[in-house]
């Protein structure tokens, strides 16, 4: 334990990234071989249910606390954000309670209200968790958020390998999420009891809610980018498509793991860094390189795609891996984003940024509707590369008004076209052609990591 306290924050909580998602890919293969397509489809779907409920449940209470807790008013204002999050927690449940079968019932496939009742009562918990880790976050707590966030992925997939050897199905499944949801909730309330106190004033609580509610718009506009396309799907494509999507979609999530520890390092300081001396070059050094490594991520795992797919899967989810390459790119263009959205943040509202992610929804609704009837899953993955695509540009253009960066597009370009080379080609040669796609640009100074940004020091 004292060592680990030696280390840089953003380590730590690198560590407890690659822990969890290591785990939620282990997991995986035990999901696909104990669980039918069509299962693992209906899973996706109650999977997608959870995102919109957990960002409306939310309320934006985390972003809400940064904002508040902070001076003199540090504790008393994070017991009100923790009486309010325990506030509409109750609320919630009373809810969901009464309406678990009608959900169940207007759900696009087969559900039984209890799994819709264990998986709202998961998600509500998940608006108490994410106070108090936020408080450990505020408060330099890093090895205490570490291990309480690796316990609990732990402890869901031991459950996880248990339910699903005993035949428990997607029960089993919600039963693992809501069993670790409930005991970290009951850990880091009592915690933050102890840290900062609870309070409920109903003034206060409409205060907070002020500042909180309008960030649910940008966390939905979100979630149509990035999971709506399931619901139009689900009445569009059998089961065992959706299953394969679903599939397809957690290994083009790897591109996201392999930049995040990028991500961990560059978010926090990035204002930091453009308001500092040479601010803008500096900026654009960092920028070009992590588009450079989304690029080569892409390009990475696009071509294992077919080899992940059978080591994770059964033959019967085959089909997944033709999908992942465009999935790849919708998160080299929605990573890309945010790395080129530094001017929309260095505003002094965020307005912008609702705006921006708002019309971007709205191209991706309208494309939904669009393409998924005639084409299926490829017209789902189609929207959403259109919508992203519209996304990037607007964020990259935008965000050249107040912090003009150098992009270097003829470089990018370069590394893309080698990349997309590299998929097509397959096999041995196109890994040594983005190999050494890579090499070049290392050679040429794109995926330097930013070392020599001196301003920039761990948490």
């Not at 919109?52 to 972003?63: F, R, S």
């Not at 976050?137 to 005993?166: D, H």
């Not at 428990?168 to 106190?197: D, H, I, N």
């Amino acid at each position: 334990m004292r060592r680990l306290s030696r280390l840089p924050a953003p380590v730590i909580y690198a560590g407890a990234l690659v822990w969890t998602k290591g785990l939620a890919m282990l997991a995986v293969p035990m999901l696909t071989s104990h669980l039918s397509p069509d299962e693992f489809g209906r899973l996706e779907l109650l999977a997608s249910a959870a995102e919109i409920g957990g960002v409306i449940v939310g309320a934006g209470l985390v972003d809400t606390l940064y904002r508040f807790a902070i001076g003199d008013q540090a504790k008393a204002q994070a017991a009100r954000v923790m009486g309010l999050a325990l506030a509409i927690a109750l609320a919630c449940f009373a809810l969901l309670a009464l309406t678990a079968p009608t959900i169940a019932a207007a759900m696009p496939l087969q559900t039984a209200p209890h799994e819709v009742l264990m998986l709202g009562a998961a998600v509500v918990l998940e608006g108490v968790i994410g106070v108090p880790l936020g408080w450990l976050r505020m408060n330099g707590r890093a090895q205490a958020y570490t291990l309480l966030i690796s316990a609990r992925a732990t402890l869901q997939v031991g459950l996880l390998a248990l339910l699903l050897v005993m035949d428990a199905g997607v029960t089993g499944v919600l039963t693992a999420g809501l069993v670790a949801g409930l005991l970290l909730a009951g850990v880091l309330t009592a915690g933050q009891m102890r840290q900062s106190g609870l309070q409920f004033s109903p003034r206060g609580s409409a205060a907070l809610l002020t500042y909180g509610l309008p960030l649910v718009g940008g966390g939905l506009a979100a979630f149509i980018l990035g999971t709506a396309d399931r619901w139009w799907l689900a009445g569009s494509v059998t089961a065992a498509a959706l299953g394969h999507y679903g599939l397809a979609l957690k290994i083009g999530q790897i591109v996201n793991l392999l930049a995040q520890p990028f991500e961990l390092w560059w978010y926090p300081r990035r204002l930091m860094v453009l308001s500092g001396p040479n601010g803008r070059a500096r900026s654009s050094e960092v920028v070009m390189a992590g588009m450079s490594l989304l690029i080569v991520a892409a390009g990475a795992v696009s071509l294992a795609a077919p080899l992940i797919v059978a080591l994770l899967a059964p033959p019967a989810y085959a089909p997944a891996a033709a999908l992942v390459p465009p999935l790849a790119l919708v998160m080299v263009l929605h990573l890309g984003s945010s790395m080129a959205n530094v001017g929309i943040y260095a505003r002094d509202t965020g307005w912008l940024a609702l705006a921006i992610n708002s019309g971007a929804a709205l191209v991706a609704v309208t494309c939904y509707s669009l393409l998924i009837p005639r084409f299926g899953v490829e017209g789902a993955i189609a929207a959403t590369i259109i919508a992203q695509v519209a996304r990037f540009i607007a964020m990259a253009l935008l965000s050249q008004r107040t912090a003009p960066l150098d992009w270097k597009l003829g470089r990018l370009a370069m590394l893309a076209a080698a990349a997309v080379a590299a998929v097509v080609i397959g096999g041995g040669a196109g890994s040594l052609l983005l190999a050494g796609a890579a090499a070049g640009a290392l050679a040429s100074g794109l995926i330097q990591m930013p070392r020599r940004l001196s301003v920039v020091q761990a948490a």
